[in-house]
């Protein structure tokens, strides 16, 4: 929904604002090997601007750091109002490994609302083109959340669970 | 003069050809020692939690809903697929995949949950795997009887090939004391 959305409200080339919020460099390495020559991020219309002010597009990438936090919000009011965020690496998804130390607010959807989310430690290159042609709605989603069983669960537990809590509810119905 | 170095710089480029990847539209491979998104066998795991304990960013997480069920959590979101879960891994469950394209506009997408039926030991009390690749329930083919010593002494044996001398010399076995 969100990429045919998007198709309509960014029918021409999309203008990104690379904003680093305390990362190591590995994303910001891989996001300008995206716009090299073998890459070529270019051919959907890509460009990298220096200025919020010109672009569509934000790529965050690092975990949101304390003092780069009011002005990654800074840069995001700045940027015209459709607009479109991308968290690249592992920070800016979910803070990797400093998701809960006291100098990092925890990934960048704790700081600006965030549309695509892009995982890597740093992502590959082709990853960051996925997630571009994801949000463009040139490929098909391949994420989906997986649930595995080993064995099927031969007492119900979840029924003897409920049984319990509608037993419970009547205590507390008496309680009241 | 200009002319003939732009037909030069033709000439140059034109000899590597095009050099771009066609990526999104084919497939690129991954080399061959890629890391990509951690998979899970859940009829290897023994649910132990060793890649719980060592993951550098607590990306897995155990929780017990009652003794015989646990189930473990793994959060793709902030994973940096060092690896170290299947490194760590004593029944080699959990191997680096080559997935790459992870990229949704949700995080709960790339979550993996795993739900493990565990069984209680009756000596210990404590869980252990209920599937038939665990050791204790190999040993239970084999003939193996909890609290029976002289049983205990032949557990290499298969029941076909017991022999009652060794059953008898191994008799008077004690329990060793402390």
Redesign the interface.
Known sequence: MLSGLSKKIFPKSLWIYHCNSGACNGCDIEILNVLTPYYDVERFGMKLVASPRHADVMLISGAVTRPTLPLVKKAYDAIPAPKLVFAIGSCAVGGGCWFDTYNVSGGADKAVPVNYFIPGCPPRPEAIIYGVALALGLVDKKASPVELKQVEFPIDMYERNRAWEDRNAIYKLLDN | MWLISKIKQVLMVLKPGI???K???EP?P?PSDFRGQPE?D??K?IGCGGCAAHC???TIMIRD??Q??RIMLY????????GRCSDVCPESAISMSE???????????????????MLTCHRCGRCYN??KTNIIDKMEIRGYRYDSLEYRAVIPMVSEQLNETYLKRTENYQRPKK
């Open positions: 050099v771009t990847l990526y999104p539209f690129h991954v899970w859940h009829h795991c550098p960013a607590r809903v009652c015989e069920l959060d793709s979101s902030r994973c940096t697929y060092c997935k790459f394209e992870n990229a949704t506009e949700d995080k709960n997408d790339n979550t993996v949950s795993l739900e493990l039926f209920h599937e």
